[in-house]
């Protein structure tokens, strides 16, 4: 092998131990589904839909939408479900 590409060779396993490695916080996106309560003026995840107490005055819409309406989290589970992960940083890119 010539010297440049063993050189490119530890580059790049170099890069890829430590993109497994180095962790950085995932939060969710703007564009996460929600479902908002126009009466109660709240957010819930759809994973926390079924035990929440909400009214019949329902919108599926965007996590960006409800923060702009200035709607709080329904519930802890609502929280839970939006909380940063940590992931490895390569996996977060996925």
């Not at 790049?12 to 009466?39: K, M, N, W």
């Not at 839909?49 to 519930?75: I, M, P």
């Not at 589970?77 to 996925?94: A, D, I, N, R």
Request: aromatic share 10%; charged share 25%; with cysteine.
């Amino acid at each position: 092998m010539k010297k440049g590409t063993i050189i490119w060779l530890v580059v790049a396993i170099a890069l890829i131990i430590f993109g497994f490695t180095i962790e950085v916080t995932v939060t969710p996106s703007d564009e996460t589904r929600v479902i908002i309560d126009h009466t109660q003026k709240v957010y819930s995840a759809p994973a926390c839909y079924d035990q929440a107490e909400l009214t019949n005055n329902l919108e599926e819409t965007t996590l960006g939408h409800a923060k702009d309406l200035e709607y709080v989290s329904e519930s802890n589970c609502t929280e839970k479900e939006f909380s940063g992960e940590k992931k490895p940083f390569l996996l977060s890119l996925f």
